[in-house]
Antibody
């Protein structure tokens, strides 16, 4: 069964740090780019970060640049999000997602086809 | 940066009715990069439609997507009780993903 399981969420004070993990199983982890997506309470979805298959390229939403770092350990089939200098507005459920793709003519379709159940991060004093 | 706008914010319909959801982009989006997700309360989102019009595996054929350029539509031909949820469109470009604010389909 294809599965993503997040962990590491919790309550942290503003300015603090937290490291999220995502364990992947049931598919060839090294074949896929991976993402973190978050959802603040009662709000919509926000893409946070992306990492390519070999970890050579990483991309971030502007609001987390310089504070969050996405990484992966392909030997452990794991994805991580190191979150530093946390702010109240980082409070959210954080989802790990797989970036699925299909060949289309001379290009590709891209989409998030596998989602974990999420882990909750609360930033509060 | 491409901004996605979804309308209406809330759609109140009865089971069996047709739902038409709109997603508008601030600039042209490649159709192959336009995606729709469904999210039920307390659950993670689920992939519905990719490439603007291709149904994901296991998605019933009452769900269909269409559109190009800046205007895209998700249609649910006949609402089933399990379809009442929030629907998000998303676009992909240069390894960056952007979501729309969502449309909630609730029971009238």
């Amino acid at each position: 069964e294809v599965q993503l399981v997040e962990s590491g969420g919790g309550l942290v004070q503003p300015g603090g740090s937290l490291r999220l993990s995502c364990a992947a199983s049931g598919f060839t982890f090294t074949s896929y780019s991976m993402n973190w997506v978050r959802q603040a309470p009662g709000k919509g979805l926000e893409w946070v970060a992306n990492i390519k298959q070999d970890g050579s390229e990483k991309y971030y939403v502007d609001s987390v640049k310089g504070r969050f770092t996405i990484s992966r350990d392909n030997a452990k089939n794991s994805l991580y999000l190191q979150m530093n200098s946390l702010r109240d507005e980082d409070t959210a459920v954080y989802y790990c997602t797989r970036e699925g793709y299909q060949l289309l003519g001379n290009g590709y379709y891209y989409y998030m086809d596998v989602w974990g159940k999420g882990t909750t991060v609360t930033v509060s004093s | 940066e491409i901004v996605l706008t979804q309308s209406p914010g809330t759609l109140s319909l009865s089971p069996g009715e047709r739902a038409t959801l709109s997603c508008r982009a601030s600039q042209s989006v490649r159709s192959s990069y336009l995606v729709w997700y469904q999210q039920k309360a307390g659950q993670a989102p689920r992939l519905l439609i990719y490439g603007a019009s291709s149904r994901a595996t296991g998605i019933p054929d009452r769900f269909s997507g269409s559109g190009s350029g800046t205007d895209f539509t998700l249609t649910i031909s006949r609402l089933e009780p399990e379809d009442f949820a929030v629907y998000y469109c998303q676009q992909y470009g240069s390894s960056v993903f952007t979501f729309g604010p969502g449309t909630k389909v609730d029971i009238k």
